[in-house]
């Protein structure tokens, strides 16, 4: 277990303008309605790309929004700097969108209007080098993957965070030593609510090979400890919930996507798992009747189709996407997914029987590695 370190919620705000939008204007206009914000991840600076999104799903450039935090690579990583799922968040009820730093240790708040953004504040994430962000009604948890990991909560009120008392756990996983190249496989991936609210799930890929479940209590908060479910002979990376409730977990070990019952105890229960046959299967998105998991070493999508049951059915094969295909976002009938090696945005229309027809790709600016992408 690695000390537990207490981070003062320190801020830093710059309500109702644009905060360094690089070639917007300086006055704040409404944008488009559709819209589609990437994550670029530099380490110089770390950006926020805007675009717009068409009736027919095409993405257009619409702005560059400065985080006033820097990215980072964790070592080994290649064209996924922070070898995780859901580095941007959003918040529909609040018009919020939430980013990582995981140079700077911190998250930054926009308001988002339309394909606009303005940045509302900066503050300290309770820990080193966040790499996913959960958010459900009046609540955010950040998950920090470094010094053995740990997630702390925020509460959102008025457009900014105020850091939750006695809501910092630390995860207590096995450090990497420096060197080895083994850190962005040994760090947490994801973390996630349930549909319910009632639980926080994340993910410890090699480190701990396991999902990880704490309670949530309206009155008394997060349980002090997670429950712990070890997944030995897989790498739980990426989460996302089905229509039923079903726990979906990407497990980049046997590039597998797994389905889960989630008990009212925190345990889960697998109901199934299917082989993508695929290389590095690390994310999964729902997209339009159906799910997608993105294969960062075949440059490829694999889709799938849950029952009420649970089982996963596969008749939806892969489609190619850029190389390094890394985390994707999706709304209505279109999905868009980061090919990290490049840089790039493809964008995908997605059919009825749940294939993909490619309306073609955006490049990102400095967007090589980056993750983290939000459709609306």
């Not at 964790?74 to 990582?100: I, M």
């Not at 994801?190 to 890929?205: E, M, N, Q, R, Y």
Request: charged fraction near 15%; charge should be negative; include cysteine.
């Amino acid at each position: 277990m690695h000390r537990l370190t207490r981070f003062a919620a320190a801020a830093t705000m710059a309500a109702g303008i644009l905060a360094g939008a690089v070639g917007a204007s300086s006055a704040l206009a409404a944008g488009a309605d559709r819209a589609v914000f990437v994550q670029n991840d530099r380490a110089e600076g770390n950006q926020i790309i805007a675009y717009s999104r068409s009736a027919e799903g095409t993405l257009t450039q619409a702005g560059v929004y400065n985080t006033a935090g820097k990215g980072a690579a964790l070592e080994g990583s290649v064209v996924d700097h922070t070898a995780s799922q859901n580095s941007l968040a959003y918040d529909g009820g609040e018009n919020l969108l939430f980013a990582v730093n995981a140079g700077s240790n911190t998250i930054s708040v926009f308001s988002a209007f339309g394909d606009r953004l303005a940045l509302r504040q900066v503050i300290s994430s309770g820990g080193t080098f966040p790499v996913s962000i959960a958010v459900r009604e009046d609540s955010l948890y950040v998950l920090n993957a470094e010094e053995g990991g740990s997630i702390q909560g925020y509460a959102i009120s008025g457009g900014y965070l105020t850091a939750i008392p006695n809501s910092h756990r630390a995860l207590g996983l096995p450090v990497v030593a420096p060197g080895k190249g083994e850190q962005f496989t040994h760090t947490p991936g994801d973390v996630a609510f349930s549909p319910d609210g009632t639980k926080l799930i994340l993910t410890t890929k090699a480190a701990g090979q396991s999902v990880d479940v704490f309670n949530i209590n309206p009155i008394t908060g997060l349980s002090a400890e997670p429950v712990v479910n070890p997944l030995p002979a897989a790498v739980p990376f990426g989460v996302t919930f089905d229509r039923q409730g079903h726990l979906l977990v990407a497990e980049a070990g046997p590039s597998a996507l797994a389905a889960f019952g989630l008990n009212e105890s925190g345990t889960i229960s697998q109901l199934d798992a299917v082989d993508t046959e695929q290389g590095a299967t690390c994310w999964v998105e729902y997209a339009y009747g159906s799910y997608y998991t993105s294969n960062a070493a075949s440059a490829t999508l694999t889709g799938f189709q849950s029952s009420l049951s649970g089982r996963l059915l596969t008749p939806l094969g892969n489609t190619a996407t850029h190389p390094g295909t890394v985390d994707a976002a999706s709304v209505g009938r279109f999905l868009y997914v980061q090919g990290g090696k490049e840089g790039t945005v493809d964008e995908f229309e997605v059919q009825r029987n749940g294939a993909l027809h490619n309306l073609g790709f955006v490049t990102v600016p400095g967007g090589v590695g980056g993750e983290g992408i939000i459709a609306r």
